[in-house]
């Protein structure tokens, strides 16, 4: 880890282990938006972390990023953080200057079918948008739509939000537009779906953070918990379900800082940033599948309690694991991918991560 990496880390332990309390995610879930746990992760500078410093950014990659979307995981940030940094580094990749956060991330085709008109600087879009993550607290949505990025006014009079939520009470809203103008549009140059591809990288670093709190939390709890005169982590069988738990949690956690290393080079387009975003996704939300069944067998009835706080990390892996691609869908793509390349090109592809194009 470089030496920024670790002062962002440290940065962001600070400020999550001393803001993000059981008030304040019981007061997100009651309906309240953190107003002023923003405005402290945007004096921090975290939504810009992955911004180039001429751009008004820290100059950061995604290894960089890591620890700031680890950390929304691990405390169960209730902010549109993990959106805003994906969003401001591709406005910033596109040469769109990145305005003031919070920011979300739409990917055209895959969170519903618009119509977007219009070439160079002049674009409307039509149609609607479905799980958009945080859109009603958000004042700008970046657009993927092929080669080309759109950055959108979500105020504007033509776009309307419909409040949604996912089953961590975090907002996947609908968004539909109207004849909505572009505020700027520009080529992307980083592939297919970037918008999709590093969103999912995004969740899959934050899925890591969450297994690894309910991980500390069950190894806290099997200590603590006495039954039948001793702790119940003494029992042999518990000691193996904590020890599948931590593998798990090893696993996912060394494919995501790879994806993240590996998108960090070359701008975003280093070969090998699909394949080991693929990999990551698949990896972290197999993991989290494992990670909050054990967790939940371990602490037993207190867990499903909402007076305990288990429930915050586990129900936004079951949320996490199903957005920007499921675990499901991506093994897909890279078995497809797989089968296409046939017995000659099978190995080199998996060997060389070269088996899905950027």
């Known amino acids: 880890m470089s030496e920024l990496t670790n002062m962002i880390a440290d940065s962001a332990q600070r400020l999550f282990d001393d803001q993000v309390t059981k008030a304040r995610l019981e007061s997100f879930e009651s309906g309240q938006w953190q107003r002023e746990l923003w405005a402290m992760c945007a004096g921090n500078g975290f939504p810009l972390v ?6 008004g950014g820290t100059g950061g ?6 620890p700031i979307l680890r950390g929304v995981g691990y405390w169960q940030v209730p902010l549109p953080l993990a959106e805003t940094i994906v969003a401001a580094a591709l406005l910033a990749r596109a040469g769109i200057e990145v ?10 085709g895959r969170q519903g079918e618009l119509v977007v008109r219009g070439d160079g600087a002049t674009v409307t879009l039509d149609g609607a948008a479905r799980a958009v993550p945080w859109a009603r607290a958000c004042g700008w949505a970046v657009v993927g739509d092929g ?4 950055l959108v006014d979500l105020k504007d009079a033509s776009v309307k939000v419909v409040p949604h939520q996912n089953v961590a009470a975090e907002p996947r809203d609908g968004v539909s537009f109207a004849g909505t103008r572009a505020a700027a549009v520009a080529p992307h140059g980083l592939g297919i779906e970037p918008v999709w591809m590093f969103g ?3 969740r899959a670093a934050s899925m890591v953070g969450a297994i690894e709190r309910v991980l500390d939390q069950s190894v806290q709890y099997a200590n603590e918990r006495v039954q039948f005169g001793r702790p119940i982590g003494k029992n042999q069988a518990i000691q193996q379900e904590l020890a599948v738990l931590a593998g798990e949690a090893a696993s996912a956690r060394m494919a995501v800082r790879i994806a993240c290393d590996t998108a960090s080079q070359a701008g975003g387009v280093a070969p090998g940033t699909r394949f080991d975003v ?27 309690t909402y007076e305990h706080t288990l429930h915050f990390s586990t129900r936004r892996l079951w949320s996490w694991r199903a957005e920007f691609g499921s675990d499901a869908q991506w093994a897909a793509e890279l078995g497809r991918a797989a ?4 017995s000659g090109g099978f190995w080199a592809g998996i060997t060389q991560r070269s088996l899905l194009s950027r």
């Open 278 to 304: 693929a990999v990551a996704k698949v990896r972290a939300g197999e993991a989290a599948g494992i990670a909050a069944g054990i967790a939940h067998q371990t602490h037993g009835a207190i867990g499903f």
């Open 147 to 150: 080669e080309r990025l759109a």
């Open 61 to 66: 990659g995604w290894s960089e990023a890591y």
């Open 50 to 55: 992955a911004v180039p410093e001429e751009a």
């Open 200 to 202: 999912a990288m995004a």
């Open 339 to 342: 089968i296409a390349a046939g």
């Open 99 to 108: 305005p003031e956060g919070p920011l979300t991330l739409i990917e055209n």
